[in-house]
């Protein structure tokens, strides 16, 4: 489950902040972030965070926010998955609605080329390098078969014996759900291997691979393809940076006693 938390994290403050708005269910007066084309029948993860969330009213009612459950979750996962720890900054508060509309246009997709990840990164205050660091969280978890089909099927600047093994797993039309890791040389931990898998061309998703093919982020895979701390090292820095996405705090928003809907 840690690949699916801390990509709640990420999902969540690419929307209008880390407000948890990702976590409410719809209601009459909106529609909620959930069933937006890259949260539907892929984001996971919300039962953890209610055990969580009851958890913690039982021992401090009306303290912790569902946006810092999220945020020291996401840290939490990537420390149980053997990868960096940061500090995680906490006091933020939760939204009192969500936006499908923010949720369909922010998150960036699998399909985007280079200039288009660097846009929806600097979008957020992001430069290139922190692009590629943050990128990094998919040497952990799984993709669905519809979001790299058209790469394995279609793309030249994929390794062949990489391609076979995965068409066997994603048919060109059909089993758009079945599931192959982003990092197939260690997928359950988080380590720098995600960097060698795209200079060996077996990024997994059109997004990845496009971070080394002959563009302004080549250096970059390569510095953390050989420097696994200094991977670490940036891969926190923009975590926290991240975890600061215009948070609701003092009197805006509210802390919800149940994170699926407003107090």
């Not at 979008?123 to 394995?152: D, P, W, Y």
């Not at 720098?192 to 971070?211: E, R």
């Not at 609701?248 to 928003?253: F, H, K, Q, W, Y």
Request: with cysteine; glycine share 8%.
């Amino acid at each position: 489950m840690g690949a699916s938390l801390l990509r709640l994290h990420f999902h969540d403050c690419f929307v209008n902040g880390c407000d948890a708005s990702i976590l409410l269910d719809d209601t009459s007066n909106f529609t909620g972030e959930k069933t937006a084309g890259p949260n539907a029948n892929s984001v996971r993860g919300f039962e953890v965070v209610d055990t969580i969330k009851s958890q913690l009213e039982a021992s401090c009612p009306g303290v912790v926010s569902c946006a810092d459950v999220l945020a020291v979750a996401a840290r939490d996962s990537v420390v149980a998955l053997r990868g960096p720890s940061w500090t995680v900054r906490l006091g933020r508060r939760d939204s009192t609605t969500a936006s499908l509309s923010a949720a369909n246009s922010n998150i960036p997709a699998p399909t985007l080329n280079l200039s288009g990840l660097i846009s929806a990164f600097s979008n957020k205050g992001f430069n290139a390098r922190e692009m590629v660091a943050l990128s990094g969280s998919h040497t952990i978890g799984q993709a669905r078969c519809t979001t790299f089909r058209t790469r394995i099927y279609n793309e030249a600047n994929i390794d062949a014996t990489f391609k076979t093994s995965l068409q066997a797993n994603c048919p060109s039309s059909g089993g758009d759900n079945t599931l192959s890791p982003l990092d197939t040389q260690t997928p359950t931990t988080f380590d720098n291997a995600y960097y060698t898998n795209l200079v060996n061309k077996k990024g997994l998703l059109h997004s990845d691979q496009q971070l080394f093919n002959g563009g302004s982020t080549d250096a970059v895979v390569n510095t953390y393809r050989t420097r696994s701390t200094t991977f670490f090292t940036d891969f926190a820095n923009a975590m926290v940076k991240m975890g600061n996405l215009s948070p609701l705090t003092g009197t805006s928003g509210q802390i919800r006693t149940n994170c699926r809907k407003t107090n």
